[in-house]
């Protein structure tokens, strides 16, 4: 039994070891496929300095917009996110990195009926309601803390832009 245990711990470490850079690639190229899909226009994404995970989308050396990495803790889990915003802080749209939500339910949030709601708007726009509202946000049915989660994680991001903007 020692020896089984011994011998697979040294498969596990050697899997590992081998598969560990290759999903770290994955990763950035994920993360950089996330940003191009939010603000297909840029030509480039500059990484913003004292921010993490936070970048200037330019195109020909002029800011376009803002991709701010966010997140928020959904039903599940917590929910990791690129929320685009442009240079007035208004929402142009989220891409999802990762989620555990419940497939068929709470990840209707991440699709273009609810996410639509979202751009456009400022952070004090973004008001969730159970009920439609005009100018408000309508949460999923049956995923309302995966809608609050999403919608309080790019209402902080764009806060925090402001902050960050004018303390420049």
């Known amino acids: 039994l020692t020896m089984a245990a011994l011998l697979s711990g040294i498969i596990i470490a050697a899997v590992f070891y081998v598969t560990a850079p290759i999903a770290e690639v994955q990763r950035i190229r994920m993360k950089e496929q996330s ?10 994404f500059t990484p913003i300095e004292g921010k993490k995970e936070w970048f200037k989308a330019e195109k020909d050396g002029n800011l376009l917009a803002y991709v701010i990495l966010t997140g928020e803790k959904g039903f599940d889990c917590h929910i990791s996110m690129f929320v685009g915003a442009t240079t007035d802080m208004k929402v142009i749209g989220f891409k999802i990195l990762s989620h555990k939500e419940t497939p068929g339910l ?10 639509n709601q979202l751009t456009g708007k400022g952070h ?8 439609q509202e005009e100018g408000k946000i309508t949460a999923v049915t049956g995923a309302t803390i995966t809608s609050r989660a999403v919608t309080t994680a790019c209402k902080n991001a764009l806060i925090e832009l402001e902050n960050y903007l004018n303390k420049k």
């Open 124 to 131: 004090n726009q973004l008001e969730l309601v159970k009920i």
């Open 35 to 44: 940003m191009e899909e939010l603000i297909p226009e840029a030509t480039s």
């Open 106 to 115: 709470g990840d209707k949030v991440f699709k273009p009926d609810f996410a």
